[in-house]
């Protein structure tokens, strides 16, 4: 199985015909036909019907697609990876920072963009990776990571935690969930619903829990496994996912989509940026005083729509 076999399935099931796919992708309608059918072969299982007035997914290919369309989105943020990294210059201070987050789609876009605004704005060279709270713990511990951000506030032994900002908060929802054609969403819109708070993020999890106490929300999240599968059917039973809100990688995700809770509603993350006392060095301190002063300079609404993109 190859990447180009994935996006010709991906084509053919969205416009419903092999020639109208293999026109997108500038290859023959039989080059099409043939690059499905060696993938059906390799799988072992039908994917596409053939008919006469086009193609439709079996039952096995429409939950392919789903899984198709999660690995295009995965491999295009790898070349946006592979393309935008720019090795550190000779003598350039170089910046490692942890994001704690799990995976999810559009991880490589975001990782790129961070690296970016830092080298920008500092003219420091940052490697920027994810994982959840106890890897990005360890790693601040013994070196490994200069700095930390964390999505949701940490009380932390031994460690620094500073505000940086907040993040608007939304709600991953079907596509067949009459939410997920609204712009923003309210807590009433939720309540009833099966919500599950995001895996493996107590930080952000408990952020929310205070929040929802604090508004008096009748939502009571449940943990969830950070498993495709699991998270699919919440969603297929009307479900819905609290996360962070990130605007520039709003993408379709096992047939749902993020909507934004409503701004009056209240519903942020605070942003916090973890460091280990010990590292002073320039690099970490050039990237503390300018998050300090972006607070005292741009209004919080403001920095969360920036932070937000």
């Known amino acids: 199985m190859n990447i180009n076999q994935v996006r010709y399935f991906i084509s053919a099931v969205e416009r419903g015909s092999f020639s109208a796919a293999a026109a997108d992708h500038y290859i023959t309608a039989q080059g099409m036909s043939k690059a499905i059918a060696d993938l059906e072969h390799e799988i072992g299982l039908q994917l596409l019907v053939r008919k006469n007035r086009g193609v439709e997914p079996t039952e096995f290919g429409a939950k392919f697609y789903e899984q198709a369309k999660l690995a295009e989105r995965c491999f295009d943020n790898?070349?946006?990876?592979?393309?935008?990294?720019?090795?550190?210059?000779?003598?350039?201070?170089?910046?490692?920072?942890?994001?704690?987050?799990?995976?999810?789609i559009g991880m490589g876009k975001v990782s790129t963009s961070v690296a970016a605004f830092i080298r920008k704005n500092l003219g420091i060279n940052a490697s920027i990776s994810f994982g959840p709270p106890d890897y990005c713990l360890t790693a601040l511990s013994d070196g490994t990571a200069d700095l930390v951000i964390t999505i949701g506030k940490a009380s932390i032994e031994n460690i620094d935690c500073d505000p940086i900002g907040t993040i608007p908060c939304g709600a991953q929802i079907s596509l067949d969930n009459p939410l997920s054609r609204k712009k923003s969403i309210r807590l009433v819109d939720l309540e009833g619903a099966h919500v599950a708070f995001w895996p493996d993020n107590e930080f952000f999890n408990e952020s929310i829990k205070k929040r929802l106490a604090e508004k008096g929300a009748v939502i009571d999240p449940i943990p969830l496994e950070a498993d495709l599968e699991d998270m699919t059917n919440l969603l297929e039973r009307g479900g819905a996912l609290f996360l962070p809100y990130i605007s520039a990688i709003e993408d379709e995700v096992a047939h749902s989509i993020a909507v934004p809770f409503d701004p009056s509603e209240g519903i942020t993350a605070p942003l916090c940026l973890l460091g280990n006392p010990k590292n002073q060095s320039s690099k970490v301190q050039a990237l503390k005083r300018f998050f300090m002063a972006a607070q005292r300079f741009i209004s919080e609404s403001k920095a969360s729509e920036i932070l937000s993109q």
């Open 78 to 104: 790898l070349e946006g990876f592979a393309r935008d990294y720019v090795l550190p210059a000779d003598g350039a201070p170089s910046l490692v920072l942890l994001i704690c987050a799990p995976s999810f």
